[in-house]
């Protein structure tokens, strides 16, 4: 299997008409160029994780949807270190794999569907013996995956922006963010929820100091998790044949159409420097129908 690229993490500078009115610069970390199909941060928040099951000889037991990144990228860092691992996926098992499970699978991931009440409760079969496993919650969130997500400031210098944003999910990767990067940079979450209100308290449950100030912004769900519109497709299209960027519609096209709209209804003071991370998950885009994206 392909290994990750770290190397191939670019900064783009994006040639925007609306910034260059606002006198902002607006910038995208390509965390999605270290693997054609493993979303950059997913394989940051689990490498900690990682980490430890090699230490303590243990596997990885995780949970995820159907289309879930953080599944598809479980299986493939359990993979490339060795490790076996169990996904425990919402809903009963379809009769045509998604292209996610499908992939999850064939990395020889050990998928258990359970309905989707047990599911919520987060219960772990009873056949799975809990010792021989490092239990990681859904997404990677906690202070083990904001550990890792930390990592990702060695990727830029901090200190030469004034805003740093990111698509919002559990808010580990924000929370990593703030823990790691130069504290009189902004830090804002793009939620990817609707009205996920409680993902802040989430984020400062993970902060190594609890009075560090960012914000979440809940206006750019687009109808809620994992929905999209002709809108949002047309930005993909769009922003793809101008800077040559492709983006998923889970996630990083919110956040991208976000930075865009905040800049043009002047949230962002004249003379900011925006960097706005790139987080991956363009695997997610294979359940579109085809001809949907021109990338
Ligand atoms: C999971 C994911 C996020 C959200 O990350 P959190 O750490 O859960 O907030 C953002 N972008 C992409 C592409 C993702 O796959």
């Given at each position: 299997m392909q290994s990750l690229n770290y190397c191939n993490i670019s900064i783009d500078r994006i040639d925007s008409v609306i910034a260059k009115e606002k006198k902002c610069d607006f910038s995208i970390l390509r965390l999605d160029k270290t693997h054609e199909e493993i979303s950059g941060n997913k394989i940051f928040k689990l490498k900690y994780y990682l980490q430890k099951a090699i230490e303590e000889k243990k596997d990885i037991l995780t949970w995820g949807g159907a289309f879930s990144n953080h599944i598809v990228a479980t299986a493939a860092a359990c993979k490339m270190n060795g490790l076996k691992c169990i996904g425990i996926i919402r809903g009963e098992e379809p009769a045509e794999y998604s292209h996610t499970l499908h992939h999850a699978k064939m990395m020889e991931m050990q998928l258990q569907f359970v309905s989707r009440q047990n599911y919520r409760q987060k219960t772990i079969p009873a056949s799975v013996n809990t010792n021989n496993y490092i239990i990681v919650k859904e997404g990677g969130y906690g202070k083990i995956g904001a550990k890792?997500?930390?990592?990702i400031c060695s990727f830029f210098k901090s200190e030469n922006y004034s805003h740093i944003i990111c698509a919002t999910g559990t808010g580990t990767t924000l929370?990593?963010?703030?823990?790691?990067?130069?504290?009189?940079?902004?830090?804002?979450?793009?939620?990817?929820?609707k009205n996920n209100k409680s993902v802040f308290t989430e984020v400062k449950a993970l902060l190594t100091d609890t009075t560090s100030e960012f914000e979440i912004i809940h206006d750019y769900h687009f109808g809620g998790y994992a929905k999209h519109n002709t809108a949002l497709i047309d930005f993909m299209n769009a922003f793809y044949k101008k800077h040559f960027i492709p983006s998923d519609f889970v996630y990083t096209a919110k956040c991208f159409y976000a930075v865009e709209d905040l800049i043009r209804n002047g949230y962002f003071p004249e003379g900011s420097n925006i960097l706005a991370l790139h987080t991956g998950g363009l695997q997610g885009n294979f359940s579109l129908n085809k001809g949907t994206l021109m990338f």
């Amino acid at each position: 299997m392909q290994s990750l690229n770290y190397c191939n993490i670019s900064i783009d500078r994006i040639d925007s008409v609306i910034a260059k009115e606002k006198k902002c610069d607006f910038s995208i970390l390509r965390l999605d160029k270290t693997h054609e199909e493993i979303s950059g941060n997913k394989i940051f928040k689990l490498k900690y994780y990682l980490q430890k099951a090699i230490e303590e000889k243990k596997d990885i037991l995780t949970w995820g949807g159907a289309f879930s990144n953080h599944i598809v990228a479980t299986a493939a860092a359990c993979k490339m270190n060795g490790l076996k691992c169990i996904g425990i996926i919402r809903g009963e098992e379809p009769a045509e794999y998604s292209h996610t499970l499908h992939h999850a699978k064939m990395m020889e991931m050990q998928l258990q569907f359970v309905s989707r009440q047990n599911y919520r409760q987060k219960t772990i079969p009873a056949s799975v013996n809990t010792n021989n496993y490092i239990i990681v919650k859904e997404g990677g969130y906690g202070k083990i995956g904001a550990k890792g997500a930390a990592d990702i400031c060695s990727f830029f210098k901090s200190e030469n922006y004034s805003h740093i944003i990111c698509a919002t999910g559990t808010g580990t990767t924000l929370a990593g963010l703030i823990n790691s990067c130069n504290g009189s940079t902004k830090k804002i979450g793009i939620s990817a929820l609707k009205n996920n209100k409680s993902v802040f308290t989430e984020v400062k449950a993970l902060l190594t100091d609890t009075t560090s100030e960012f914000e979440i912004i809940h206006d750019y769900h687009f109808g809620g998790y994992a929905k999209h519109n002709t809108a949002l497709i047309d930005f993909m299209n769009a922003f793809y044949k101008k800077h040559f960027i492709p983006s998923d519609f889970v996630y990083t096209a919110k956040c991208f159409y976000a930075v865009e709209d905040l800049i043009r209804n002047g949230y962002f003071p004249e003379g900011s420097n925006i960097l706005a991370l790139h987080t991956g998950g363009l695997q997610g885009n294979f359940s579109l129908n085809k001809g949907t994206l021109m990338f």
